[in-house]
């Protein structure tokens, strides 16, 4: 599954980023790293940016960002 | 393999590959200080410095390099203050500029001597990826980590004695915002520069061309065992109030307000300061008029330094409000959640919501605002919102506002006085560059600047105190730059444009005038009416001005309008002072220097038609609200975007444009205020 695919405030595991973009690298820079938890905190009007608590630090991603996030299926 | 060069408490050991300092006499040796964004970078710089360096909690705020002395080592070291930056791939002009300064590769700043890396110790993991990238320098490294309080207050307890040992580096716990962190940090750095040995950890650092997944492998093993989680799992509380803040409906409405509550401060509370200003200069006029010989000299200090650069400076205390406000939403932590609502809204035109705090901070004024667009990577993005940076009504064009609004829009009250005739033209006069600028940006982003969308990732800081000093700091710096304007440039225009309407004042006009009124009989008043009137026409202004009439004359401005117009391309404001200066020295030689309102008011048309009808001023204003008159940002687009053809662009395309909608808004307004009538 993927970031987009998340439940709101219900913490998941990240597998890792698809591709091998510009995007993907400054993704895994901010952390967006395998073994990394990541949590969907809220979503801006239309439903896109969302807004994410990565490790200790809160992000904003828009959807086709947070599309290439992959996620550990949720135990 | 090298030992590890110093823990925190630990002094340097004895190296046997010790080198010699590396400063040469004469030369101060130089240290840079980078960090992630929010990291408190800029605070530690002004603590370790005692300069006033301009602070706020968002990316992309220290983008220039600044560079000042460490206070309290015997000895000189130079600070280097690089921009905020999560990594060195180079993908933004910050990061580009943070590597190129470390390779030595800046012009006027040699390569610095040691490295201090500031780390946000709330947030190691991703702070230390940076670091990762550093020991590939070679030089000493000092890691200052940040933010030990509030690590401390949400329940993590790090052992900096072992994390020095496993980075290689001298790890020293900071505060940046408390004077009492600057001693050890002073210290650690005395002792990388003395001992010059390069950094290296323990266990060999990433290669240089490791991938984001092995460095952060590298990193979770020089963590291993040093952050402990002593209380609970963080629920913070700006993840609390980004509940409401960022909430689809409540955070809009929370913009709204905060808009609302800036604009509306601007033009209630600056009132009183502004009236008393205002009649210090006006006090200062008579006393001033009295004191120097009629003629040339009391014309120029009544009429072109009071009349003229004291009209510019009553608009001080606004400045400083729209300063303070940007400052507080800075410092606050609010910005970047402003972009993470608008970013849905500039998608649209080709953007994303990262443009959204340059132009919004370009109210304020648009040089810092240019400059902060270094921190978008995108540079078909960052060049688009350069360009449309300028159409943000910035607090240059406040004086020109205000000044036509109080003088010809009638202060008619509208729902139920929340808002006046006055409060809604001025509304109308900040949008106007909003509804120009975006329907640009989409024409710019599908042609000159077409490309795929950019993307969006944008940490949202942890919400801060405001802190008063950081405040109190920008508005000094912005009240500072603006009374420095007032007294040089515009001053200086002023200077010209007096001289160049009040000479040759030659005998020759006089005996004409008095010829016409023996000839016709006039009164005394009439006849200095008259005479005032000649002394322009003829003077070397009043020529150029005839010369360059027809450009202004399908506007509906008089000659002198567009003279005050040419002469603020220096800066907007200037236009005031000028116009001051002009329809001053048009009126009654004889009289004070009348309000300048009431100056605006008096002047007429050859046929005594009054020169200033609503449609006019409205239609100065729609100029002002477009046009490029502002040298600063003409320079700065050009050094930003590395090349004379984008300033060219933008003054022939806005000086087109703000003619284009002044014309319509003058054509228009006629039209209206004769079917009123």
């Known amino acids: 599954m993927r970031l987009t695919d998340a439940i709101n405030a219900i913490t998941y595991k990240i597998r890792g980023v698809t591709g091998a973009s510009e995007v993907a690298r400054r993704l895994a820079e901010l952390g967006v790293v395998r073994g990394a938890e990541v949590r969907v905190l809220g979503r801006s009007l239309f439903g896109d940016p969302i807004r994410v608590r990565l490790g200790e630090s809160h992000l904003a991603l828009r959807v086709a960002e947070a599309g290439l996030v992959e996620l550990e299926p949720h135990a | 393999m090298a030992l590890p060069s110093a823990g925190s408490s630990s002094p340097a050991p004895n190296h046997s590959h010790r080198l010699t300092p590396v400063s040469i006499e004469g030369k101060a040796p130089i240290v840079a200080l980078i960090g ?72 006027h700043t040699p390569k610095p001597d040691a490295i201090v890396v500031v780390v946000d110790a709330t947030n190691l993991r991703r702070n230390l990826f940076l670091l990762t990238e550093l020991y590939e320098f070679h030089l000493p490294i000092v890691v200052a980590l940040n933010m030990s309080d509030i690590a401390r207050a949400r329940g993590l307890s790090i052992d900096d004695r072992l994390l020095g040992e ?170 970047a959640r402003a972009a993470f609502m608008m970013d849905r809204a500039m998608r649209v035109f080709g953007l994303t919501g990262r443009a959204f705090i340059p132009l919004l901070s370009s109210y304020a004024c648009a040089v810092p605002a240019i400059m902060g667009t270094r921190a978008i990577s995108d540079r078909r993005e960052r060049f688009v919102t350069i360009l449309i940076a300028p159409f943000m009504s910035c607090s240059a064009r406040l004086p020109v506002y205000v000044l036509i609004t109080a003088a010809l829009i009638p202060a008619t009250p509208f729902l139920g006085g929340w808002i006046d005739l006055r409060g809604l033209v001025l509304l109308a006069m900040y949008i106007v560059g909003l509804v120009v600028a975006a329907p640009i940006a989409w024409l710019l982003r599908r042609t000159a600047f077409r490309g795929p969308p950019p993307s969006f990732m944008l ?7 405001p802190r008063p000093r950081a405040i109190w700091a920008r508005m000094w710096a912005a009240g500072r730059g ?152 003409l320079v700065v687009i050009g050094r930003e975007t590395q090349s004379w053809l984008w300033p060219i662009v933008s003054f022939v395309a806005m000086t087109a444009m703000a003619w284009m909608a002044a014309w319509m808004t003058s054509t228009l307004g006629g039209v209206v205020t004769a079917a009123i009538r």
């Open chain 2, 36 to 107: 992630n964004p929010n990291s408190g970078k800029s605070s530690l710089f002004n603590l370790l410095t005692g300069f006033r360096r301009h602070v706020a909690n968002y990316p992309g705020v220290s983008v220039d390099v600044g560079r000042a002395p460490v206070r309290g080592i015997a000895r000189r070291v130079e600070l280097l203050d690089l921009p905020g930056s999560y990594s060195l791939t180079a993908l933004s002009p910050d990061e580009a500029l943070v590597r190129d300064a470390l390779e030595g590769r800046l012009a």
């Open chain 2, 166 to 335: 496993r980075l290689g580096a001298a790890v020293v716990p900071a505060v940046a915002t408390r004077s009492a962190s600057a001693g050890p940090l002073r210290a650690a750095i005395e002792q990388a520069i003395d001992h010059a040995a390069p950094t290296e950890p323990p266990s060999s650092p990433p290669a240089r061309n490791a991938s984001p997944e092995q460095r952060y492998d590298w990193i979770d093993g020089a963590l291993d065992g040093v952050v402990k989680r002593v209380g609970h799992s963080l629920s913070t509380h700006s993840e609390r109030a980004d509940r409401i803040v960022t909430h689809p409906l409540w955070g809009c409405l929370i913009l709204l307000a905060v808009m609302f509550v800036i604009f509306q401060s601007i033009f209630t509370w600056a009132a009183p300061l502004m009236d008393f200003i205002d009649g210090g200069f006006g006090w200062l006029s008579q006393a001033a008029g009295g004191l120097a010989p009629a003629g040339a000299w009391r014309s120029f200090v009544t009429d072109g330094l009071i009349g003229g650069v004291g009209g510019v400076l009553i608009f001080l205390p606004q400045i400083l409000i729209l300063f303070a406000f940007i400052a507080l939403l800075e410092d606050l932590g609010y910005m």
């Open chain 2, 459 to 465: 940490e949202l800081p942890s919400y801060k105190w």
């Open chain 2, 482 to 633: 603006f009374v420095v304007r007032a007294g040089t440039i515009i001053l200086a225009v002023n200077l010209m444009v007096w001289a160049l309407a009040y000479f040759p004042h030659s005998p020759e006009t006089r005996a004409r005038v008095e010829a016409t009124a023996t000839a016709e009989s006039w009164d005394a008043e009439r006849f200095d009416h008259e005479l005032a009137g000649a002394y322009q026409r003829d003077s070397y202004l009043g020529r150029m001005g005839r010369t360059i009439e027809p450009l202004v004359r399908p506007i509906g401005w008089d000659w002198r309008i567009g003279m005050a117009v040419i002469a603020s391309f220096p800066a907007r404001e200037v236009v005031v002072s000028t116009l001051g200066t002009i329809y001053n020295l048009g009126a009654n030689e004889n009289e004070a220097s009348a309000p300048l309102q009431q100056a605006l008011k008096d002047a007429r048309w050859p046929g005594g038609r009054p020169v200033f009808t609503i449609p006019v001023g409205l239609s100065i204003m729609v100029f002002f609200a477009l046009c490029a008159q502002c040298s600063s940002t």
